[in-house]
């Protein structure tokens, strides 16, 4: 089991940053990959930002690619996106996900089986 745990949402104005935080417990030695998704109301949950764990290398959707940064910090275990140039159509809740076995690059939400609560993030216009 893996438990992964968001933090660092909140309210800005657009142009603004946050730097949102995912911490991972438990059997973090099976954690290949982690995906950042986000919901909006009446949304569909969609893909943000990709990390493999062990060779860093990232990839982002199209309309956060840019402004948004994915990393990781192998010693605290914990994932980071940094989001920069808000606007308010990057308000929703946001999540980090992992799956339980490694399969590789994917930005579908049923791929990835352990989720964290989720942190709200608010941008105002």
């Known amino acids: 089991q893996v438990q992964l745990v968001e933090s660092g949402g909140g309210l800005v104005q657009a142009g603004g940053s946050l730097r949102l935080s995912c911490a991972a417990s438990?059997?973090?030695?099976?954690?290949?990959?982690v995906g950042w998704f986000r919901q909006a109301p009446g949304k569909e949950r969609e893909f943000v930002a990709f990390l493999n764990w062990s060779g860093g290398s990232t990839y982002y959707a199209e309309s956060v690619k840019g402004r948004f940064t994915i990393s990781r910090d192998n010693a605290k275990n914990t994932v980071y996106l940094q989001m920069n140039s808000l606007k308010p159509e990057d308000t929703a809740v946001y999540y980090c996900a992992a799956p339980l076995r490694f399969k590789g690059l994917t930005t579908r939400p049923d791929e990835y089986d352990y989720w964290g609560q989720g942190t709200q993030v608010t941008v105002s216009s």
């Open positions: 438990g059997r973090t030695s099976r954690t290949y990959t």
